[in-house]
Structures are given as C-alpha cells and as structure tokens.
C-alpha cells in the first residue's frame, strides 16, 4: 500500500463537491416548486372560513430541508465501516418499524393504507421511508462478505432474495405495490453489481413480475389502476382522473410552459400537487425545457453516485455507493415515469424535490452514504 494510500485510510479527504452540488440544486427546486404546488391548496380558507397560509407548506419545507442537509453532512462524517457495523440494527429496527405501522395503535392509515407511524413525542412518518437506506446498508454488507471470501455466493444471493421478500410482504399488507416495487428493482441492482448471470437474474425479474401482476388482478383497486393506466380513455373517470390531469398539465406546458408559479392545474386537477405529482406541476410550468432539465441533473447526480462507487477502495464502499445510487435513480425515474403515464399510478416522491420530510431525510442519509465513501475511500476528484 502506497503511503498516499496508507494516509487516506486513516484520514478523511474531502467530501465529492461535484455530488453534494448536484444534491443540492435538487434541494433547491425542490424548495422553489413544493412552494408553487402547494400555496393554492395552503392558502384556502379552512371549514370554519378562516384563511389559510399560503406559506405554510414552504416553511415547512424548507425547515426539512435543513435538516436533511444537516443530516447528509453528519452521516458523510461517519466511517463507511461504521454504518456497516450499523446494518444490522437499523435493519431490524427498520423492520419493526413497518410492522407497528400495521399492526399496533400508533398506526395511521389514509386512504386505507396503514403506512404510517405517529409515535407520542415524534413527528409522524413513514417506515419504509428508513427502511430504505437501512437495506442498502445491511445487503451491501452481505454482498461485501461474499467479496472478501467470508461467504459464499449463493448463500449471500439468497439471503438478498429471502430479506427482500420479508420487507416486500411488509409492504403489501401496508398496501404499498409502490414501494414493493423500488425495494424489488434495488435488490434487483444489487445482484446485478454483485455479478449474478442474466441467466438467472432474468426469469428472477421476470417471474417477480408475474407475481406483482398476479396479486394486481387479485385485488381491485390495484387492478382498475393497471387497467386505467392502459386505457385512460375508456377507464372509469374517477379511476383514470390522476393520469389524464397530469397528462393535461404537462400538455398546457408545452416547450417553455405557462410560467413559474401560473399552472393552473395545481389549483385541485393535479393529485397532491407538492408530493406524487410535482413532475406535473414543473411540466406545466416550465414546459419540456425545465422538466429535461430536472431529468439531466437526476442523471449527472446518478453518474457522480457511479464515478464515487467505481474509486471505491472497499467491496462495502462499492455496494452502499453504488446502492444508494440505484435506489435514488430508480424512484426518480418511477415518479417521472408515473406522471408521464409510462407506468400505473402509485405514490412515489421525486428524491429530493418533493414535499415529505420522513422522505427527504431518507435520501439525504443515504447521499450522505455516498458522501462518506467520497470522503473516507475517494480516489480523484476528477
């Protein structure tokens, strides 16, 4: 080992600047357009006629927002072999977490889906938000292990399908295809990196898909929004009403779009505005122009993600990188693809720009990941 090398084992190097800026010019149109999707629906007068705050949701965002860069930054301090030896833990809490969710008195359901925690002394929030980076931690662990040759690959290939087939059965019972979905393509990516053939990673992926399909026709409301996605037109109207509201203002968009702040869809067409459909509003507003823009800097920050993972040092630095950098890309690109009408309607955040503070602190930790194997096991900054 190199004495340049020898030194940056032990010493912390600078974090990447290149992935924090791309993190955080997300974090700032995030803050400028939950503030435009969400003043019409904040500011109008409650039941009892008295008026609302139109800044309501901005202050509280930004707030989030503080938090969760603060929280990267604390997280981009600790050693990556310290959230290692967290893996487990955070998993099992994680895991007990989602279950309370269903199943104890502190569960709050909304729309008949029981995903949420309101535990005295605490905000509300979401479990499989935390669960997310805890299962990044805990399978690039296992999948570490079987790189050093302390495990053996198929048990380390079947521990990721057994622990993703727990968390996935968690899900639907909170009523979350959704979310079922994200943590499946992540353990998905994690066995692609980790070198399982095609030859059987395919049928995997393919009869998961099957499966999803199955449990859809068998239960109603998943099925009508899998028929609703194709064929909007001659769908039932309340089932069809979030694709083809979202299709419309991105359509009145158009190349430039309507202006920041004038879409007029956000003002009760558009489904939770701020939240599942803030691809739409910046569609509307800043036309095609700004919605590529969005897409180009998920994509920058994916490859800085990659380009931090590949100079990784260690197999653990190399999976919790390359991991978080799956699980982020591939939610963006549900969100986007769910307001575009590419895949069935399902509630899915756009990482770092929607409103939701148990969501943005959930992606912040695991930049903040990134950010510690940048600093801890970082090779250029090229």
Partial sequence: MSADRSRSATAPGPMDRVYFLHVWVLMAAGIVFVFSASFPM??????MMMPGNPFHYLVRHSIYVGFALLAMLVVSRIRPRSIRRAAVPAFVVSIILMVMAVYSPWGVTRGGAPRWLAIPGLPEFQPSELAKFAVIMLFAGVLARKDEGRDERVPAFLAIILMTGLIIGI??????????????VMAASFLLFAGMKLLWLIPMVLSGLGTALLIAYLTDYRWIRITAFLNPEEAPADAAYHILNMLAAQARGGILGVGLGRSPDKWGALPAPHTDSIFSVIGGELGIFGALIIIALVIAMAHRGMHIAQQARTPYGFYLAAGVTAMLILQSLAHIAVNASCMPCTGLTLPFVSAGGTSLLAVSIAAGFVLSVSRYEGGDET
């Fill in 42 to 47: 904040a500011g109008r007068p409650d039941a």
């Fill in 171 to 184: 899900l639907l019972l909170q009523r979350d295809q959704g979310m079922a979905t994200i943590f499946a």
